[in-house]
């Protein structure tokens, strides 16, 4: 089993940032590629940003390219969502996710490839 918490969410003006935290307890952080999706009330979960277990590999929606940075400190067992220049529409509920590393990368924008999942935090973008 692997706990994830995440934290960092909040109220944010337009164009402001956010770091979110998402840290692991349970089995070896390292064995893990880890990802951030985001849900909006009404909507389906959608990925935003994956790391592969050494932190040597990322994948970005292409919403966030350029504005968004996922890292991860596997001696901290923690993965980061660093969020600028943020859009009312980015206003959403986001969740880390961690997945087997022995799964192909590629796969890291599905949620169905992920095993754990913790419980969320809101970020809220003001006009």
């Known amino acids: 089993q692997v706990q994830l918490i995440e934290s960092g969410g909040g109220l944010v003006q337009t164009g402001g940032s956010l770091r979110l935290s998402c840290a692991a307890s349970?089995?070896?952080?390292?064995?893990?590629?880890m990802g951030w999706f985001r849900q909006a009330p009404g909507q389906e979960r959608e990925f935003v940003a994956a790391?592969?277990?050494?932190?040597?590999?990322?994948n970005y929606a292409d919403s966030v390219k350029g504005r968004y940075t996922i890292s991860r400190d596997n001696a901290k067992n923690t993965v980061y969502l660093q969020m600028n220049s943020l859009k009312p529409e980015e206003t959403a509920d986001y969740y880390c996710a961690a997945k087997s590393s022995g799964l192909w990368f590629g796969t890291s924008v599905r949620p169905d490839v992920y095993t754990y999942w913790g419980q969320g935090t809101q970020v809220t973008v003001s006009s």
């Open positions: 790391i592969n277990w050494s932190g040597g590999v990322t």
């Open positions: 349970g089995r070896t952080f390292s064995n893990y590629d």
